[in-house]
């Protein structure tokens, strides 16, 4: 994927969750956790990503499944490993409690230090000046930048406007974490079909039997289908949570 289009498809997933850029939001599901560690890859080359992330964060944090972001963070090296940390890190500055931590946990600080963005790396007067103006957090990680002094409230959508473009958002927010969320993110944002029971619940980290009554919790509620395949069960979404969403020609939002 070219830089731009990596840029912009960034911008367009942030957007379905509700972050304002000025793009129309990502056509279909996309996985939250996994967002968040394509946004610590893609720092260096799009400043702004740091600030609207961060914001998104301080306003739904509660949201992020701290669990999975986690074993994703623990496949990240290098600069990669250290921009999550510093982006989870300034969260923390701003939500007043470490909620990250688990995750933060997994990073690790670049060395030699130098500066995040690459506008900052073209030449050693610009380096300086990354380095003069870098906040302790940004020094912690190895990756020199200025503090965020203020977040861009104004620039996130409101929870409606994020709930009519992206139907696993209302789940998120009712469920907050509990199994049945986990369910449901895996079959949606995750892009699972026909899963088992077993792929859940080792996605999930939990019990069979946490798992099991889960399963029978949502298919009661009529947010999943099981069936029967042999000896197993296919286990899909339905309804909006398993269906991508077609953004109209020229919308932004």
Same mark, same amino acid.
């Given at each position: ?10 911008? =367009? ?25 394509? +946004? ?12 609207? =992330? ?35 890190? +300034? ?22 230090? !130098? ?39 104004? =620039? ?53 039997? =946490? ?7 949502? !298919? ?34």
């Amino acid at each position: 994927m070219s830089e731009p289009h990596a840029r912009s498809a960034l911008a =367009a997933q942030w957007k379905y969750w509700g972050a304002g850029f000025n793009v129309p939001p990502w056509p279909g599901p996309v996985d939250l956790e996994q967002l968040l560690i394509d +946004t610590a890859k893609g720092l260096a080359d799009n400043p702004r990503l740091l600030v609207m =992330a961060v914001t998104w964060l301080a306003e739904y944090q509660a949201l992020v499944d701290v669990e999975h972001l986690t074993r994703l963070a623990t496949n990240l090296h290098g600069r990669d490993s250290a921009r999550l940390g510093l982006l989870l890190e +300034t969260a923390h500055q701003f939500i007043g409690a470490d909620r990250f931590a688990p995750a933060i946990g997994h990073c690790r600080p670049w060395n030699p230090p !130098e500066p995040l963005f690459d506008a900052y790396r073209t030449s050693p007067g610009m380096a300086r000046l990354a380095k003069q103006g870098a906040g302790p957090i940004s020094r912690r990680w190895g990756l020199w930048a200025q503090p965020i002094d203020k977040l861009k409230h104004g =620039a996130m959508r409101p929870p409606a406007w994020i709930a009519r473009h992206n139907p696993s958002f209302t789940l998120r927010s009712l469920l907050k974490g509990d199994m049945r969320s986990k369910v449901l993110i895996a079959l949606a944002e995750r892009g699972l079909a026909d899963a088992t029971e077993t792929d859940l619940t080792r996605l999930a980290g939990c019990t069979r039997r =946490a798992m099991h009554l889960a399963l029978a919790n949502l !298919e009661s509620a009529g947010l999943i289908t099981r069936r029967r395949l042999g000896r197993r069960y296919a286990i899909r979404a339905v309804g909006a949570m398993g269906q991508p969403r077609t953004t109209r020609t020229g919308e932004r939002g």
